[in-house]
């Protein structure tokens, strides 16, 4: 490809060196130069091309911190229980899924809140042998953390009453000993397996469609959070030039061991697939109950699950960190991030020694000596600010127990690097929902008015900055990612919407007109 100027856009380049320019020259994929089009023309090397932007808002492009791409792509062809008002509601769309699949064909999916339901009751696998008697049927929960199976399913996983509880998860059983059909933590893990083994369809191709949908919502890296048949499928489509989405790759936890044993270390790779930390789990979610708190849940005496002891925890960071591999923990919990923290602390020398950059991912509640602690131990938050307005239905447990919750204000004052991502497909993955839920605290119909915990919003521009530069240096990439300046990847979103001048609700509805990365055009909107 020849150089190309993009010019005639106002581009806020989150340098604060120079915040704003008219136009940039790429070339290589790189931003060789930024300013106005005329001194660019002036200077730009023979057959450079240029591509009028129309007087557009022009951003860099944008990064999710905390993505489950495998598992989104997947998605996008299976059951979608999400808006579903109630069990009989989500039961009657499991049904008229069937028609898609032949007899005995597994039927993923799911993504329900029974909190959200009108009667809100813990489902059962009898309504799904009701609805899907030929089927094996798994199904996730909103927040990944349980699944909702059918007796074949049960079979076909190989549950029995006899089965037990596998250490950090739970299969849930009624009075009688016999497996309802709930399975929670650990216990999805087969389910998750199954699903990345094929069962689910081809994944090159889905991902190859979920890359499209995240460039058109700006998106041009993505954390990735699923196994290895993502990184496998990712690396197909870049052998066969069809890669466009930059790909910083999180390992699962149990591929620590080979992962050692074949030298690889987090921060190897290029710019466009590179290796991550390894994910390790402290606890379940909020909205199963299953996230560690210091105090129990209201109502009873389950303070959550501590899905890796301590003592565990500690020994998998020290043989990662030994290893030149950070780790990414999963905490939700006050007393999960406590735990976290305690042990990131117990390796801090091994962490300074290696300049590996750990990562807590989530952090939605903390003890609020923990806010600092967090900070000064140099962890990265990975956090998801569209968790807070669709945890509202469920937040009353934690009100009044002085915790800072979502606290991406106070973690910003304390110095912490705020990653933000979506979880998706925990939740949509579009990073202007997750602007508007970090600016204003609220769902999208404003409430509450003023937003819960309001203390605790942050400036639109200290949550872009959360979704360009911050991620770039969790991955180790922040001289190449998060800003528009020369030397930088010539990765950016065109606008349509002014967002630094727009009403909150003007800013969530904000589409992209272009999406670039490595100074090509990789998605236009046609409408």
């Known amino acids: 490809m020849s150089p190309t100027i993009y010019a005639n856009a106002a581009f806020h380049t ?24 005329e001194d660019l023309r002036a200077h730009a090397p023979a057959g450079t091309r240029t591509v009028d932007l129309e007087g557009a808002v022009a951003i860099p492009g944008l990064s999710d911190a905390h993505i489950h791409t495998a598992s989104l792509a997947r998605s996008l062809h299976e059951v979608d229980l999400r808006s579903a008002a109630s069990v009989e509601e989500a039961l009657a769309r499991v049904t008229a899924a069937t028609t898609r699949y032949g007899d005995g ?75 309802t059909g709930i399975l929670r933590e650990s216990a999805v893990y087969p389910v998750r397996r199954l699903a990345a083994s094929g069962a689910s369809g081809d994944l090159v191709t889905q991902l190859e469609e979920a890359q499209r949908y995240l460039l058109s919502m700006g998106l041009t890296t993505v954390h990735d959070i699923d196994g290895p048949d993502a990184l496998e499928a990712y690396s197909t489509l870049r052998a066969a030039g069809r890669l466009q989405l930059r790909v ?3 390992l699962a936890q149990d591929e620590l061991d080979a992962a050692i044993q074949s030298g690889i270390r987090t921060g190897q790779g290029d710019a466009w697939i590179r290796r ?19 105090e129990p849940f209201p109502g009873g005496n389950n ?37 976290v923290l305690d042990a990131l602390a117990e390796i801090r020398g091994m962490t300074a020694e290696s300049g590996l950059r750990h990562r807590i991912e989530h952090v939605q509640f903390l003890q609020p000596a923990d806010v600092a602690r ?11 600010p569209q968790h807070c307005p669709s945890d509202l ?30 979880d998706s497909p925990v939740e949509v993955p579009n990073p202007f929902h997750g602007l508007h839920a ?44 998060g800003r528009l300046r020369r030397g930088m990847l010539a990765d950016f979103a065109v606008l349509d919407t002014d967002i630094f001048n727009a009403a909150p609700e003007e800013v969530r509805k904000t589409r992209v007109r272009l999406t670039v990365t490595g100074g090509e055009i990789r998605y236009r909107r046609e409408d």
């Open 14 to 37: 989150l340098d604060p060196h120079q915040p704003r320019v008219d136009a940039l020259l790429e070339d290589g994929g790189l931003i060789t130069a930024t300013g106005s089009h």
């Open 105 to 179: 064909d597994w039927i993923f999916g799911g993504w329900w809140d029974f909190n959200k339901w009108q009667a809100p009751v813990q489902p059962d696998r009898h309504g799904l042998d009701a609805a899907c008697p030929r089927n094996p049927v798994a199904l996730t929960s909103a927040d990944g953390h349980t699944v909702w199976a059918n007796a074949l399913a049960l079979r076909e996983l190989g549950i029995t009453a006899d089965t037990p509880d596998p250490a950090g998860g739970e299969i849930v059983r009624d009075a009688y000993g016999n497996a």
């Open 248 to 250: 910083h790759k999180l």
């Open 276 to 294: 991550g930390a390894v994910k390790i789990f402290a606890d379940g979610a909020a909205g199963s109950h299953t996230c560690l708190m210091s």
């Open 303 to 339: 303070h959550g699950m501590e899905v890796t002891a301590y003592p565990d925890l500690v020994a998998l960071a020290t043989k990662a960190a030994s290893a030149g591999i950070a780790v990414a923990v999963h905490a939700i919990g006050d007393q999960a991030n406590h735990q």
């Open 374 to 384: 967090l900070a000064g131990l140099g962890v990265v938050a990975s956090m998801q």
């Open 393 to 422: 239905p469920i937040l009353g447990m934690v009100e009044g127990r002085g915790l800072a919750s979502y606290a991406w204000r106070s973690l910003l004052d304390a110095g912490a690097t705020v990653a933000f991502g979506s």
């Open 438 to 481: 970090a600016i204003t605290r609220t769902g999208e119909d404003g409430q509450p008015d003023g937003g819960w915990e309001p203390w605790e919003r942050i400036s639109l521009r200290e949550a872009l900055h959360a979704y360009c530069v911050a991620p770039g240096y969790a991955s180790g990439e922040e001289g190449i990612k």
